[in-house]
């Protein structure tokens, strides 16, 4: 008889490029195990029964935010389901559910190790989001690091990345390097400080928490403590496996170390002196997921993360003007080929038609950056 595996998803971060990471691996590991994955949706009591058919009654969760996070964990504990939780361990200490996430002391660790090989020595901890386990827990490593008197020296994102970029330009001459959150706030970063001129990373080093495509293409290139999110998915069900083998085990943690990829990270201009704004907003806490500009650069993220080196062809050649037929006859392939392939990548950046689409990858990225073959 196959073994079932159950899922729930956190409805905010459900469709991002991390979540589906999360999930490929999951159920790639449980195709491995001759198993099968159910995703159980929150709140469906009829499906949590069939979680409770189980000799040990377990479910992984996948998600991010604190708030959501601890609600379902509590409300499942009450019905006796075991949760395991793709992230890492609550800030509470509580462990009433197991866990599987990156390292993020040794990520950070790392990344404070390669700036300090680079001669940086002022860095900041920017774009944690308030509500994010990862997120306070990769801020704990960065205090218990530098020390507790430095958490003037981290800045918060409270769902207005704009917003955040201001504020951390305010000091921007206290700092020669800064630690992002993830990889979609370092490139967001990265934007705000190109249009105030500013040089990098001569000037201000910027480094990464992550590994996406896209981190890996724009200019400036992005380093960053890399975490393959399939991977967490993997042990996930490797947890779900041993705890449903070994009744009397109360909770496991398990941590994915991080490699530091090294991108090269091309100078821009002279510096201009910064513009001060007289006042910021006072912060309200918003949803990461909504933020306009993190939906641009998600929905960029999963067009790249999908393109084959053909697909990758045929944006190079409309974003330098090159006919369909020229295109085709280039590459090999028909002019039909090249629609079909264009229409496909419309759907995955949710584009109505090509000068959209032109107009997303342009904002990130030049002809010249492309991986083509």
Request: glycine share 6%; hydrophobic share 40%.
């Amino acid at each position: 008889m196959s073994i079932r595996y159950y899922m729930m998803v956190e409805p905010s971060f459900a469709g991002t490029h991390w979540c589906e990471q999360c999930i490929q691996g999951i159920r790639q590991e449980a195709a491995r195990n001759k198993g099968l994955l159910e995703e159980v949706k929150t709140g469906d009591e009829k499906a949590l029964e069939k979680v409770l058919q189980q000799e040990r009654p377990l479910l992984i969760l996948v998600g991010s935010f604190v708030n959501w996070m601890t609600r379902t964990v509590e409300a499942l504990n009450r019905k006796s389901i075991h949760c395991i939780m793709m992230t890492a361990q609550p800030p509470d200490g509580r462990d009433d559910a197991s866990t599987i996430s990156m390292d993020y002391r040794q990520a950070i660790c790392g990344l404070f190790a390669y700036l300090g090989a680079c001669g940086k020595k002022k860095t900041a901890l920017f774009g944690v989001h308030p509500d994010s386990i990862n997120d306070l827990t990769k801020q704990r490593a960065y205090c218990d690091i530098v020390g507790r008197a430095q958490e003037k020296n981290i800045f918060q994102n409270h769902g207005d990345l704009a917003s955040a970029c201001e504020a951390f330009y305010q000091r921007i001459e206290e700092y020669d390097s800064v630690i992002c959150s993830n990889d979609i706030i370092a490139i967001k970063l990265l934007d705000f400080l190109k249009e105030k001129k500013m040089n990098v990373p001569e000037r201000m080093h910027v480094v990464s928490i992550g590994e996406t495509r896209l981190a890996q293409l724009v200019r400036p290139r992005i380093t960053t403590a890399s975490l393959n999110f399939a991977d967490i998915g993997h042990n996930a069900v490797r947890l779900y496996n041993i705890l449903r083998r070994n009744t009397g085990i109360t909770a496991l943690h398990a941590k994915l170390e991080a490699g530091i990829h090294e991108m090269e990270q091309l100078p821009a201009v002279r510096p201009a002196a910064p513009q001060i704004p007289n006042e910021l907003p006072e912060p309200i806490l918003g949803n990461f997921y909504e933020d306009q500009d993190v939906q641009r650069i998600f929905m960029l993220e999963n067009l790249i993360s999908h393109c084959q080196p053909i697909d990758f062809a045929i944006l190079k050649g409309m974003m330098e003007g090159i006919p369909y037929r020229e295109i085709a006859e280039t590459h090999y392939t028909s002019d039909n080929a090249v629609k079909y392939r264009l229409k496909r990548m419309l759907e995955l950046a949710q584009c109505e038609n090509k000068d959209q689409l032109l107009q997303l990858v342009s904002l990130q990225l030049r002809p010249e950056d492309l991986p083509v073959e």
